[in-house]
């Protein structure tokens, strides 16, 4: 029986000396073949006075269920505790052990497999088909861990970044991450200005005086926020948005100018199909060697697509110009060209005319993302990830469960 016991418990890797294992067997259940193990819970001595001067009263049978490396082949542990009587207090118990807890068949090893499974890109059915656990399961082990982020209003972090992402029900929530250590500060439920002058109104004066910057899209009211909330912080906004705004504004140019052409027009296939090169960096196009396009029926480089397709419309070549001097502003980081930039008189299209006005209106923001070494990359690539969570999963209808998962995927 002692050579049954310890290989059961080595194999299983149990190391509770209150447990015995006698027999192991196949048996099915419901059409699946389970290996069972049997084990008794022996009671050392009683859990209230610690007296071992007690009386055996009978046994509890419960199946727990274990791990295994074969999900087709599940493991459960019959396991028989002992129910005693203490003479010295007359209290009654039942052996207990850290193989499972009270009132539950799901071991503690099961749990511990679920929770890092927890942690990779799987939905939470794979993860109880692999455990033999149910989907309920899973879900309450993912409840037990918590979902807050920033616990006190004593502190906040001297860099921050803002953003927001969709999630239950469509809706936008706010998040905000440390732009240093790259750590959640908070995730609420909303992004409406009342909710966040709330949230960020209950830290001390004194961690709100420490925040430096915070790096922001180009959304308005963050900025009234920031103000409101942060008086030593200066705004940055992200130059990725920049960029963003300024090629969009170009694209849309390029499409107006297209659509003046008949589609059988070189014009027309010269500014269709080759689309991205018009976004690229002049510098990084090639210039060498011409390839043969079945589109306008001609070898040409890069270089010479770009600039035949922008000779068509004036405002075109501006705004592809405009497009070019930012790119080699941004990165000399040369906030005296970016300011030159935005009072250009050149004529560059309705469009790209608007972005450089919002540029304008929030020029002090937009020179300090051309020389801060923060942005809002890394909080981008945080909300791709927040995606894929809720893509695997279908979506989510409840907010602290999506938070939990966040905070056990990603963190």
Known sequence: MSSINDCIKFDLDIKDKNIFFYDNFYKFFNGVQ??????LLKQPACPFCGSLNFIKTGRLKTHVRYITADASRPIVIRLFKQRILCRDCQRRSIAQSDLVDKHCCISNASKRKVLSALTEDRSMTSIARENNVSVNTVQRVLASCSHRFLDGYDYLPEYLAFD????????????????????????????????????????????????????????????????????NARIVIDRFHIVQMLARSLNSLRVQVM?????????????????????????????????YNWHYKDCLTQEQIVMEGIACNEELENSYNLLQDFFEAIDNHDTAKVEELLYSKLPVGNLMHKTLLTFRRNKAAVLNGITSTYSNGYLEGFNRKIKQIERTAYGYSNFISLLTRIRVSVI
């Open 34 to 39: 389970y290996k069972v193990y049997e084990a």
């Open 259 to 291: 659509k003046q052409y008949e589609k059988s027009s070189r014009e027309y296939k010269l500014l269709k199909s080759p689309w991205k090169l018009y976004l690229k960096k002049f510098r990084d196009l090639e210039k060498l060697h011409p390839v």
């Open 164 to 231: 927001e992402f969709k999630g239950v029900d469509r809706t936008l929530h706010f998040i905000c991450l440390d732009a240093d250590s790259h750590t959640v500060v908070q995730i609420l439920r909303t992004r409406y200005k009342s909710v966040l002058l709330k949230y960020f109104g209950k830290f001390s004066s004194q961690a709100r005086m420490a925040v430096k910057t915070v790096s922001m899209d180009l959304n308005f009211y963050y900025q009234d926020i920031v103000r409101a909330c942060f008086p």
